[in-house]
């Protein structure tokens, strides 16, 4: 018998379309493993909502592969020394694993390379990941792209990916001892605040069932990604974290089902997220180093008062407080509301926006390095690619403009009974409707921890303060 291929799973949790996969199978008998790793990452290792989504994911995977007569192998510690070992253990011929960008991931890589060197296993990459390798979208002069809109055209010439492809019969070599996914603890015990989590159904074919039922309203996709009391957004994005779905078949199964023109607004925020990646690969610290100096001379405010009250929805706007309580209830946050939260927070509060990144981080279940880093310095201005530090969202009029009572209606049930003409800012409306409605302002819903003139100015004074013109 020919000897064994290790398969090494990371956030690429699922057997169709994975050329790693399909490379092992086609090699030899494979020995599946997972590694978690919270070692390598150092700040950055998994947070608790996307911890709670691992482990359902991890137990979907390890169905799948007993389905053909195999195991999933769970092994835990740093990951460029726990992979080159098992594969000594078993006498591997080769480790087969896709290619991620986390600075950690290039770290896993780099060891397990170096460790493989003077041995007979090799160590074989695949991409997978992303709709394109990063590298292999260059300008003209073959530097790399920091702007989005002219990398998104660049990236057309690559474009449409590789159809995908099914997921390959394997044969498995007898496994190593593994570890009991119920001994990691992935999931909240004491106290178990994950009930709201039950929206979702993580793993492949929870994957493939959320395309299917986004599929049906995804011709209206370009004004209902914008609508939080639509479900409009695919709600993808978690699968997508965690690879049980690849890019690529949400792309070709998106282009198949609706025209071109309708398709295109969505294919571009699957762009985005290979941008992103595109910004962490050039930029390993993006998570933690604003990509303009100018932004580290800031003088945030330390407020613990205020980012409780953030972190909590209660910070009187009832547009932001719907959104961290969506978050916390769910581990997701509409996209929309992510932006306005992410703007209260650091221009009214002025507070770093590094802190909110970090709760979001926590809070998430489809938690994502590139994406997380740039959609927060995006917001903050300190990104390559960002809205300019003076775009500061105003909650009200984002709430009133993109039709969000319904969902401050679910998240915000306090201010159920008003009006939608009061609910965006109770604050304003008369006396009669709030008491007909059952709201106190102070009592039972906070009054604006602060007006948005007031914190808008003084976000702009404390930007000039760092220098910047």
Not at 164 to 178: D, G, I, N, V
Not at 350 to 377: H, K, M, P, T
Not at 430 to 440: I, S, W
Request: aromatic share 10%; proline share 8%; net charge neutral.
């Amino acid at each position: 018998m020919s000897a064994p291929q290790l398969l090494w799973f990371r956030n690429d949790l699922r057997l169709a379309d994975h050329a790693a996969v399909s490379a092992a199978a086609r090699a030899g008998p494979v020995v599946a493993l997972f590694v978690l790793d919270d070692d390598s990452p150092g700040h950055w290792q998994m947070g608790a909502a996307q911890r709670w989504w691992l482990h359902h994911s991890l137990a979907s995977l390890a169905e799948s592969l007993a389905a053909q007569g195999g195991r999933l192998v769970l092994r835990r510690g740093p990951a460029g020394v726990v992979v080159p070992q098992l594969a000594r253990d078993i006498g591997a011929a080769a480790v087969h694993t896709l290619t991620h960008y986390e600075p950690w991931a290039k770290a896993q890589d780099a060891a397990v390379a170096r460790a493989l060197a003077d041995t007979p296993t090799a160590f074989r990459r695949y991409h997978g990941v992303l709709l394109a390798p990063p590298a292999s979208v260059l300008a003209g002069n073959g530097g790399r792209y920091r702007i989005f809109t002219p990398w998104w055209r660049k990236l057309q010439e690559q474009m449409p990916p590789a159809r995908p492809q099914p997921a390959p019969a394997m044969a498995f070599a007898a496994p190593p001892m593994s570890d009991a996914l119920a001994d990691w603890t992935l999931l909240p015990t004491k106290p178990d605040w994950a009930g709201g989590f039950a929206v979702w159904t993580p793993g492949e074919a929870g994957a493939a069932a959320r395309l299917q039922q986004f599929l049906a309203v995804a011709a209206a996709y370009d004004k209902g990604r914008n609508l939080p009391s639509q479900d409009g957004s695919s709600r993808l994005s978690p699968h997508l974290a965690l690879g049980e779905i690849s890019v690529r078949a949400v792309w070709h199964a998106v282009a198949d089902a609706i025209p071109a023109a309708a398709a295109e607004p969505f294919l571009r925020e699957l762009g985005w997220r290979d941008f992103a990646a595109n910004i962490l690969d050039q930029f390993p610290d993006h998570g933690d180093v604003p990509g303009r100096p100018v932004f580290d001379a800031i003088a945030f405010r330390d407020a613990p008062a205020d980012l409780a009250a953030w972190q909590q929805g209660s910070t009187g706007y009832p547009i932001v407080d719907a959104g961290m309580r969506q978050l916390w209830a769910t581990g997701w946050m509409h996209n929309r509301v992510r932006m306005i939260a992410a703007s209260f927070l650091t221009k009214h509060l002025l507070i770093d926006w590094r802190v909110g990144e970090r709760w979001f981080w926590d809070c998430l279940v489809d938690a994502d390095l590139g994406a997380n880093s740039l959609g927060w310095q995006w917001v903050m201005g300190s990104g390559v690619d960002s809205s300019p530090f003076n775009r500061v969202f105003a909650p009200v009029t984002q709430s009133s403009k993109f039709d969000a009572a319904g969902y401050i209606r679910q998240w915000v049930p306090e201010l159920a009974p008003l009006r939608d003409a009061d609910i965006h800012a109770p604050w304003e409306a008369e006396p009669l409707m709030l008491r007909a409605a059952g709201v106190t302002l102070g009592r039972t819903y906070p009054r604006p921890i602060i007006g948005h003139a007031e914190g808008r100015a003084r976000a702009l004074a404390a930007y000039a303060e760092a220098g910047a013109s």
